[in-house]
């Protein structure tokens, strides 16, 4: 099964992009897995100003920002990942939700670019434009109900739900199984059971006597019915 192994994100701001030098995504870059490229929207500007924005037609508040500079960005990070289907990622409070289930099917794209807009949003014929290219797919997404300054957060969360189930990614594999949101057997996704570690007793607060016993298949029923229970306390009703 083939996954993503090369991330392109176009910003205004690409020292918003920093985080991504840490953690598990700076390990995955380091160890070889996966190739990122941070592009400063601006570079793709003529004028002396580096404007990436204007009025709307129609008037209305606010700025929309210009397709020109985008078509030049998202074209020569294209250029980056040559011979293969390029995922255009537009953020936007407008688009798909995340969830764990599209950070999934987004593992399975091998060229991943993020056009982070800012200001009222992108001139709507790049993603036009780009849904009827060659070789595009284009998808606008969202990461909840709650208005953003820009794409670039949106970005982070994404790129760090993504990265986290590539293969190699994470050591003990197993541990993406068992997690919150992730699909179990029956088709009903669960959150997760509560953990405990050493030690037994803390400020009072004691370990479930189940977890020391060491009878497996008690643990895994006690396990499932705590998930059950925080699912339909913490889960929204749809
Ligand atoms: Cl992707 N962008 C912005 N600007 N706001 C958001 C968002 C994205 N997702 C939720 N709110």
Redesign the pocket.
């Known amino acids: 099964m083939s996954s993503v192994n090369r991330f392109d994100v176009i910003t205004i701001f690409p020292e918003y992009l920093e985080p991504l030098k840490l953690s598990l995504i700076g390990k995955a870059v380091s160890n070889g897995l996966i190739k990122i490229g941070v592009h400063d929207l601006r570079a793709q500007t003529t004028d002396v100003h580096g404007s990436v924005d204007d009025t709307p037609y129609g008037g209305g508040a606010g700025m929309v920002m210009s397709p020109e500079p985008w078509g030049k960005a998202i074209d020569a990070a294209a250029e980056l990942a040559p011979n293969e289907i390029h995922e255009l990622i537009v953020?936007?409070?407008a688009?798909e939700k995340l969830t764990q289930e599209l950070a999934q099917t987004l593992t399975k794209s091998k060229h991943l670019i993020f056009a982070c807009?800012r200001y009222e949003g992108i001139d709507v014929r790049v993603s036009d434009f780009y849904s009827s290219a060659k070789n595009f797919k284009v998808r606008e997404?969202?990461?909840?109900d709650?208005?953003?300054?820009?794409?670039e957060v949106?970005t982070l969360v994404i790129m760090e739900a993504i990265v986290r189930l590539l293969p190699g990614v994470i050591g003990n594999s197993a541990s993406l199984d068992e997690e919150s949101h992730t699909l179990s057997n029956d088709g009903e996704t669960l959150v997760e059971y509560p953990n405990y570690t050493k030690p037994k007793e803390w400020r009072g607060l004691e370990v479930p006597e189940i977890l020391l016993s060491g009878n497996h298949g008690e643990i895994a029923k006690w396990r499932l019915e705590q998930a059950l229970i925080r699912t339909s306390l913490r889960k929204e009703s749809p």
Not at 141 to 144: A, F, H, K, P
Not at 146 to 151: A, D, E, N, P
């Open positions: 953020l936007t409070p688009g807009g997404v969202s990461i909840g709650y208005v953003l300054g820009g794409g949106a």
